[in-house]
């Protein structure tokens, strides 16, 4: 899924330099997919080497590997850019005190900043989507192990995402950010992973019945006067079109290896463009780009930063993780 994954970080950039897709917020989109991702992925990672319960506290040491390496090195470039020649922007603009570095560095705060008003000062701005992330990766070994309590759960997240649809919560913020609004999108992604194997006919057929599902959702919103809130079009189209292709490219990869091989460095980069994208806005000046020049310099400069971090930074934990992994499934002498 490196393509796909490649092809929503850059719509995640794309949505912050103010570009729409037929009055959607592709940003919006993408996020809601990157859930759907998210369940799947850490559903197989799970299964495959952490699924004993005295194996939770590895899956936590895996995912920090994983994503703070590159968050790392981009929200330091970002508080360095701040402390030297940066100026007043939307997420930079209070002087920090110990709460917002500690904001920063836990990133898990990030997501609640309706709350905290973490986006005075958020170093790496979408990190508060992966905060939530976080969130569901305390939560997933349990999911696993327990799976009525992941799908009771995961039906009280849709419920609230329900009350979020008819305005009775914020939209935004339990319609799209916080994971009790949210949780139902991964539990779906896990459970693709799930069942694919054991119902291949019924998880296809409910996962390709996903697109009528979102439509009828979408109409009957539009009929009641509900659908124009924020992100109720962007979450609905998410799902009915997201999670079907999710499973499609599950259950037909392309085999080729030249497309693999592209849908692996394009999966590399997309990690590094989620994160770099806002510091290079600002040490670009781009917060309103005008015309193609200015697009593709940001996605050139994005892209290419990318590969270097990933290259640099990522790969090298990347290895120290899987031989981890190898040495916890090898037999005890």
């Known amino acids: 899924m490196g393509i796909l994954r490649f092809i929503l970080a850059i719509l995640v950039l794309l949505s ?35 699924a004993a319960p005295n194996r939770a506290w590895s ?13 790392a090195f981009y929200a330091a470039a970002a508080a360095v850019w701040f402390s030297t020649i940066g100026h007043s922007t939307l997420f930079l603009s209070d002087q920090p005190g110990v709460e917002d570095w500690l904001n920063n560095i836990l990133i898990v705060p990030l997501n609640y900043f309706m709350f905290n008003s973490a986006d005075h000062f958020t170093l790496v701005p979408p990190a508060w989507s992966l905060g939530a992330e976080l969130v569901f990766y305390i939560m997933a070994p349990w999911l696993w192990l327990r799976w009525r309590w992941a799908l ?64 009828a959702i979408a109409t009957y919103l539009a009929l009641q006067g509900y659908l124009a809130q924020p992100y109720h079009r962007e979450v609905l189209f998410s799902l009915g ?46 917060e309103q780009p005008q015309g193609l020049g200015h697009w593709a310099r940001l996605l050139f400069f994005s892209i290419a930063l990318s590969l270097l971090t990933q290259r640099w930074l990522e790969q090298p934990v990347q290895k120290y993780r899987k031989h981890w992994r190898q040495t916890m499934q090898s037999p005890k002498i």
């Open 59 to 71: 899956f936590y040491a895996d995912r920090i590997l994983r994503i703070y390496p590159q968050y």
């Open 16 to 50: 912050h330099t103010g570009v729409s897709l037929l009055g959607l917020n592709p940003g919006v989109m993408a996020v809601i997919v990157f859930y759907a991702i998210s369940g799947y992925v850490m559903a197989a990672l799970i299964k495959r080497h952490y």
């Open 152 to 215: 009771l759960l995961g039906g009280v997240s849709l419920c609230i995402q329900a009350l979020a649809w008819h305005g009775v919560l914020n939209s935004d913020w339990w319609g799209y950010r916080l994971i009790p609004g949210v949780l139902w999108v991964f539990v779906l992604g896990m459970a693709l992973q799930r069942y694919q194997t054991s119902y291949p006919q019924v998880t296809a057929r409910v996962v390709l019945c996903l697109p009528l599902f979102s439509v």
């Open 241 to 286: 079109l997201g999670l079907p292709i999710v499973y499609l490219l599950s259950v037909h990869p392309f085999k080729s290896q030249w497309w693999q091989n592209l849908d692996g460095h394009l999966g590399n980069a997309s990690f590094g463009i989620f994160l770099n994208h806002f510091l290079l806005i600002w040490c670009l000046g781009l």
